[in-house]
């Protein structure tokens, strides 16, 4: 929590947090919680897949859990398609007509997800949805991604993130207001 030094996200938005899911990557046991409850998620929600595919960067390590554990191939999608080698934009065993659920760490406009789905569907996937970890909920994600027909879940949420914190005090009344205000209008959030 820095609202006196705010992060800055690539759309340009302000943020007074930060969530950073790649840190769990390094705790076993939370790991493992992750794949366990995404693999279910994917299970429940989209049934019978053929393939697994992560959004680069932070949908790659997830992804792979997802994958190895449902024992699914894994490809993954970068924002734009290699400069040297090959110029891939899709790396891995591609293969068409595969159903896909891609997997993300967040989503907060839901941009960057959205491109990856593209460029599967352009690739012959026949994309299910998309599972991620968080999300911040807003209304635009909502309306990107029903826009793109690409329905999407999520384990956790920005409401619910704010209500553990400050029951379990790791944040203070006031943060809870200043994130609350935030949540508001993020776009306009820090330009004062």
């Not at 680069?56 to 554990?69: F, H, K, N, R, S």
Request: aromatic share 10%; proline share 5%; charged share 20%.
């Amino acid at each position: 929590m820095q609202p006196n030094n705010p992060f800055t996200w690539a759309s340009g938005w302000k943020s007074p947090i930060y969530c950073d899911n790649r840190i769990t990557l390094s705790h076993p046991t939370i790991r493992t919680f992750i794949r366990q409850q995404l693999t279910q998620l994917v299970q429940e929600v989209f049934g019978p897949i053929g393939c697994i595919a992560g959004v680069a960067t932070a949908g790659i390590p997830q992804g792979v859990l997802v994958a190895q554990e449902l024992g699914l191939p894994f490809i993954y999608v970068r924002a734009k398609p290699k400069e040297h080698g090959t110029g891939n934009l899709i790396e891995g065993d591609v293969m068409n007509n595969q159903r896909v659920v891609v997997i993300e760490d967040l989503i907060s406009t839901g941009k960057s997800s959205l491109q990856a789905v593209d460029a599967l569907r352009d690739a012959g996937y026949d994309v299910a949805g998309l599972a991620a970890i968080f999300t911040y909920g807003f209304d635009v994600a909502a309306d990107n991604f029903k826009h793109a027909n690409c329905p999407f879940v999520t384990l956790s949420n920005y409401n619910a993130l704010i209500k553990y914190a400050g029951e379990n005090q790791y944040i203070s009344a006031s943060d809870v207001e200043v994130l609350k205000k935030w949540r508001e209008d993020p776009a306009a959030w820090g330009k004062n």
